[in-house]
């Protein structure tokens, strides 16, 4: 079909194939990252099909979900699934796939938060005291043995001659190499930056970002005691507190994206990853809402150098949202000419909405979308 040859064109460009050439997505990653593109107009067969043909011509080359994400689940869950299943670095390269480390920290506050929304703060802080004192332990005694055990084999390895020298110098570096911080200490030191924890007093930094982690994902739902009123404004207040919640939670997601793509990735033009969304309700226009606004978040944590952004392209029915859309023949010029745009205070818009349809009901400039 036509539009799934001239998407295909287009979402080439964008995770920057071929590696050796200008592109639209090295243009875009230098102006903030590309948009999200979302096509209405297509029936939900040819909605699948598109999505399986991308997937199928990437799935070897880029991470790449597999399109069937319940969008309808909730935030939680549609990213959770999206975590786990962002394949296609397992191809004839070796790479290594994203670990979403930050991300799934959160999952785990959020999730644990919430199944003991009334713990009392004593037995929290008891409880992960003791949590503490037991992981410190063990590493410490695993560290311990590690550089008893490189100490004891360098001295009769550098009097072995060149060789033996080179090897003491490489197990020096071992040891340089696995005293780096693990992935959950970086983890928790994002969410510590996030949240704003400030450290200190009669608790470790650990300890006072997993408290603050747990406040932040605690739910405050309405007493059914309190009079209307109350109950309708603590509904709303949790109602705005569940997106702020959700928004950071993606946040930590991009953050992981962003993480694996490091500098000598960025050198090496390493494509971005795909991924490939159906919107068809309420719900998945909720979860891609806060994915919009998400990034401000994002950006707020990156004080320098440039952010790798997934390539995001949704599909979605014309009932939807009711913004308007461009022709899907204008997209590649819309992506010439596309920057940020700050409007309304903070918020970024990041929507490029077009129409396999030939009719518009608005200019190209009003496509825009907006993560409400």
Do not use: C
């Not at 790798?308 to 010029?333: K, Q, Y």
């Amino acid at each position: 079909m036509d539009h799934e040859r001239l998407l295909t064109r287009i979402v080439s460009g964008l995770v920057m194939e071929p590696r050796n050439r200008p592109s639209a997505g090295s243009r875009l990653r230098r102006k903030g990252g590309p948009p999200v593109i979302e096509v209405v107009g297509l029936d939900r067969t040819q909605q699948s099909r598109l999505l399986r043909t991308l997937r199928d011509k990437y799935a070897e080359r880029l991470p790449v979900n597999v399109p069937e994400v319940p969008m309808d689940k909730g935030v939680a869950d549609s990213f959770w699934y999206l975590s786990t299943r962002m394949t296609g670095l397992s191809g004839p390269a070796g790479r290594r796939a994203p670990s979403f480390a930050r991300f799934h920290l959160g999952l785990l506050a959020h999730a644990w938060a919430a199944k003991h929304a009334d713990l009392e703060l004593e037995r929290l802080q008891y409880a992960h005291r003791a949590l503490v004192r037991d992981l410190g332990r063990k590493r410490q005694e695993e560290t311990s043995r590690r550089d008893t055990l490189l100490q004891e084999l360098e001295q009769p390895m550098a009097a072995a001659g060149t060789v033996g020298a080179v090897l003491a110098s490489l197990s020096t570096l071992v040891r340089f190499v696995t005293l780096r911080p693990r992935a959950d200490r970086v983890a928790l030191r994002w969410w510590g930056q996030a949240l704003k924890v400030r450290t200190g007093g009669a608790f470790s930094s650990r300890e006072a970002i997993a408290i603050r982690m747990f406040h932040f994902f605690r739910p405050r739902p309405p007493r059914p005691d309190d009079p209307e009123e109350v109950r309708e404004e603590a509904a709303q207040q949790e109602e705005i507190r569940v997106t702020h919640r959700n928004e950071f939670l993606i946040a930590a997601f991009l953050a992981d994206i962003d993480a694996h793509y490091g500098l000598l990735r960025r050198l090496n033009r390493n494509q971005p990853p795909l991924m490939l969304l159906e919107v068809h309700d309420a719900e998945g226009r909720t979860v891609l809402d806060a994915y919009l606004a998400a990034h401000k978040h994002m950006r707020s944590l990156v004080k320098w150098g440039t952010i790798t952004h997934p390539v995001v392209l949704v599909v979605s029915d014309d009932a939807e949202a009711g913004l308007t859309a461009a022709p899907l023949a204008e997209l590649e010029t819309l992506l010439d000419s596309w920057e940020l745009r700050v409007e309304d205070g903070k918020r970024e818009r990041r929507l490029l909405r077009v129409t396999v349809r030939d009719s518009v009901s608005a200019p190209p400039r009003a496509t825009l979308g907006e993560a409400q």
